[in-house]
Structure formats: structure tokens, C-alpha cells
């Protein structure tokens, strides 16, 4: 299984953002998929996830300013990010996995905090 994030770069706050998540050898639909951020020293935090019902859920810390989406006919995940803010810097990683749930992290390691979990190799968004 491969994931890939694209979409990050720099952006001024305020400013919008969108990122993409493309795979292989997994199937997005009917799966539990989503996105968590790094930053250097913070703990890692979740962003946001679609379970494999369907539904959707961000944490409140998340302002309501992303919205998750997955396009089940091209197999892709997006994270559309809205009003950003310097402290939405940081590395942001796709995660996905047929039947584990995406859980909340506990470390400054998403991979090792979460496991067991597809990840991606992360893409930067940086906010100025």
C-alpha cells in the first residue's frame, strides 16, 4: 500500500489551501481514512477523518476551518483548509486503513503514536 499527499506549499494567513491524497493498493471507499499534523516539538494532533460509514469528524481545536472529502471514482482523499493560521504549520499526513479506526495521538510521532495504520510520507504546509 502507497500513499501519497500533495498539495502543500506556502501560504499567507488567511489564505486557503487544499491537499490531496492518492492510492495504491488500497480503496479509499468503505475504509477509515484521514489526516493528522506535525509540527516540530508538538504533539502530533488529528485533523480530521471520514469512518467507514461515511461520516466525517474534526476535532473542535480544528475551528470548523477543514473540511475532508474523499472522491470514491478517482480513489482520492482531499483536505480542503480554510483561514489559516501561522499555527497550522506543519507536516501533514494522510492516513487510511480498511478497519482500524483513526485514533487521537498521544506522542509527537504520528506513526508511532497511531499505529498500525497506511501512511503517507507527508507534504508541508507552512503559513505565514
Known amino acids: 500500500v502507497q500513499l501519497v499527499e500533495s498539495g502543500g506549499g506556502s501560504v499567507q494567513a488567511g489564505g486557503s489551501l487544499t491537499l490531496s491524497c492518492t492510492a495504491s493498493d488500497f480503496t479509499f471507499k468503505n475504509s477509515n481514512v484521514g489526516w493528522y499534523r506535525q509540527a516540530p516539538g508538538n504533539l502530533c494532533e488529528l485533523v480530521s477523518t471520514?469512518?467507514?460509514?461515511?461520516?466525517?469528524y474534526s476535532p473542535d481545536s480544528m475551528e470548523g476551518r477543514f473540511t475532508i472529502s474523499q472522491d470514491d471514482a478517482k480513489n482520492t482523499m482531499s483536505l480542503q483548509m480554510h483561514t489559516l493560521k501561522p499555527e497550522d504549520t506543519a507536516t501533514y499526513y494522510c492516513?487510511?486503513?480498511?478497519?482500524?479506526?483513526?485514533?487521537?495521538?498521544?506522542?509527537?510521532?504520528?506513526?508511532?503514536?497511531?499505529?498500525?495504520?497506511?501512511w503517507g510520507q507527508g507534504t508541508q504546509v507552512t503559513v505565514s
Open positions: 471520514i469512518n467507514d460509514d461515511g461520516d466525517t
Open positions: 492516513a487510511a486503513h480498511p478497519h482500524r479506526i483513526l485514533l487521537e495521538p498521544t506522542s509527537t510521532n504520528c506513526q508511532q503514536s497511531v499505529t498500525g495504520l497506511y
